[in-house]
C-alpha cells in the first residue's frame, strides 16, 4: 500500500479533528447504534418471527463490515500489538468475536451487543472534555480507594462465611439451608438488602440472627461510599487533552505534554 495513502487512511480512521475523521467515525457511531438495535430486536420473539432473516442478514453485513474495520486498523497502525491489546482494540475484536462463535453457539451472537462500548469513541469525536476530566478523577478514587475497598470486601466475605456456617447448623436442610454454601448465598442475599425471600429462617435463634446482619447491613452498605467520597474530594484534578498517542491510543495526557505519559511516544 501507498505510504501516502496509508497515512491519508489513519488519519481517517483513528483521528477525529479532521473533517474526514470525523464524518468517518460519526458513521462508525452511527452503524453500531443500528447493529446494536437490530440485534436487541431479533431477541423478540413476534419481530424474529416476522423479520428474523432480513435482520441475520443486516447482522450479518455489519459483522463484515466491522471485520473488514478491525483488520483494516491493524494494517495502517505503526505499533500493531499496541492497538490489538489497547482497550479499543480489545473492544473491537470482542464486538465481532461472538458473530463467529455461534457458529458453534448460535446464542453467541447475542453477545455482539457488546459493541455498545465502542461508543466510548463519543469523548473523543465531540470534544466532551468535562466528562473525560471527571472520569479520569473517578478513576484515580477508584485506584487510590483499593487497599481500603479490599479490606472492606475481605470483612464481608469473612461475615458471609461465619454467618453462612452458623445458620446452616441452626436452621438446618429442614429450612431450606441445604449446605454451606447455600447458606452462605442467603448471607450475601441478606447483607446486601436484596432479599429474595427463596429461603428464610424459621427458628427464633436464626431469625434473631438474621435480624442482626440486617441491621449491619445497613451500616456496611455505606461504607464503600463513604470510602469512595472521601477520595473524591481528595482527588487531584489534571487536565487532559484528547490527543491520541499514534503509538499506544492513550488519550489522558497533560494539557502541555510533548510525549506520551504511557509508552513514551512522542504525541
Given at each position: 500500500m501507498n505510504p501516502k495513502f496509508k497515512s491519508t487512511l489513519y488519519e481517517i480512521i483513528f483521528e477525529s479533528d479532521t473533517p474526514r475523521g470525523k464524518a468517518f467515525d460519526v458513521l462508525l457511531i452511527l452503524s453500531?447504534?443500528?447493529s446494536s438495535l437490530l440485534i436487541i430486536l431479533e431477541s423478540i420473539n413476534s419481530?424474529?418471527?416476522?423479520?428474523?432473516s432480513l435482520l441475520f442478514s443486516i447482522e450479518w453485513l455489519f459483522v463484515i463490515l466491522f471485520t473488514l474495520e478491525y483488520f483494516l486498523r491493524i494494517y495502517?497502525?505503526?505499533q500493531r500489538r499496541q492497538y490489538i491489546f489497547s482497550f479499543f482494540g480489545l473492544v473491537d475484536l470482542f464486538s465481532i468475536f461472538p458473530a463467529y462463535v455461534s457458529f458453534l453457539l448460535p446464542s453467541a451472537r447475542f453477545l455482539m451487543v457488546i459493541r455498545v462500548f465502542r461508543l466510548l469513541r463519543l469523548f473523543r469525536i465531540f470534544k466532551m472534555m468535562r466528562y473525560v476530566e471527571e472520569s479520569g478523577t473517578l478513576i484515580r478514587a477508584l485506584r487510590a480507594s483499593r487497599p481500603k475497598i479490599i479490606v472492606f470486601l475481605f470483612t464481608i466475605m469473612f461475615i458471609v462465611i461465619i454467618t453462612g456456617s452458623t445458620m446452616y447448623v441452626?436452621?438446618?436442610p429442614q429450612y431450606g439451608f441445604n449446605n454451606i454454601p447455600e447458606s452462605m448465598y442467603w448471607a450475601i442475599v441478606t447483607v446486601t438488602t436484596v432479599g429474595y425471600g427463596d429461603i428464610s429462617p424459621q427458628t427464633p435463634a436464626g431469625k434473631l440472627i438474621s435480624s442482626l446482619l440486617m441491621v449491619v447491613a445497613y451500616?456496611?452498605?455505606?461504607v464503600?461510599?463513604?470510602i469512595i467520597t472521601s477520595e473524591l474530594a481528595s482527588a487531584s484534578k489534571k487536565t487532559v487533552q484528547l490527543a491520541t498517542c499514534p503509538h499506544c491510543?492513550?488519550?489522558d495526557h497533560a494539557s502541555d505534554a510533548i510525549f506520551c505519559n504511557k509508552c513514551g511516544g512522542r504525541l
Open positions: 453500531i447504534l443500528v419481530i424474529q418471527n416476522r423479520i428474523g495502517i497502525v505503526k441452626i436452621e438446618g451500616g456496611i452498605i455505606a464503600p461510599t463513604g491510543f492513550s488519550e
